[in-house]
């Protein structure tokens, strides 16, 4: 099993920035995809960003790209999602989710994390 540990979230002004953590235990991710979701009050849950097992493949919502950066330390086992020129609309809690796949894109994901919470006051 592997459970999954979101931090990093917070209140930021728009325009600022934050780096959001996931940390896993219980075995390593070395060899999962491992997927950043957000949900925004009464919104479903959405895709954010992917990245594939090695760091060699990653995927953005268009919401995102160009602003967002995910990346991995698999000897850390902690995956990062930094967040740059945040906007109001990026309001949500944050979660990450590892795939037992090492490419994933939208999923499945089969591990995930409580989330953290990030929002971008105007």
């Known amino acids: 099993q592997v459970q999954l540990v979101e931090s990093g979230g917070g209140l930021v002004q728009a325009g600022g920035s934050l780096r959001l953590s996931c940390a896993a235990s219980?075995?390593?991710?070395?060899?999962?995809?491992v997927g950043w979701f957000r949900q925004a009050p009464g919104k479903e849950r959405e895709f954010v960003a992917t990245?594939?097992?090695?760091?060699?493949?990653?995927r953005y919502a268009d919401s995102v790209k160009d602003r967002f950066t995910i990346s991995r330390d698999n000897a850390k086992n902690t995956v990062y999602l930094q967040m740059n020129s945040l906007k109001p609309e990026d309001t949500a809690v944050y979660y990450c989710?590892?795939?037992?796949?090492?490419?994933?894109?939208?999923?499945?994901?089969?591990?995930w994390g409580q989330g953290t919470q990030v929002t971008v006051s105007s």
């Open positions: 990245i594939s097992w090695s760091g060699g493949s990653t």
């Open positions: 989710a590892a795939s037992n796949r090492r490419v994933a894109g939208l999923g499945p994901y089969d591990y």
């Open positions: 219980g075995r390593t991710i070395s060899n999962c995809a």
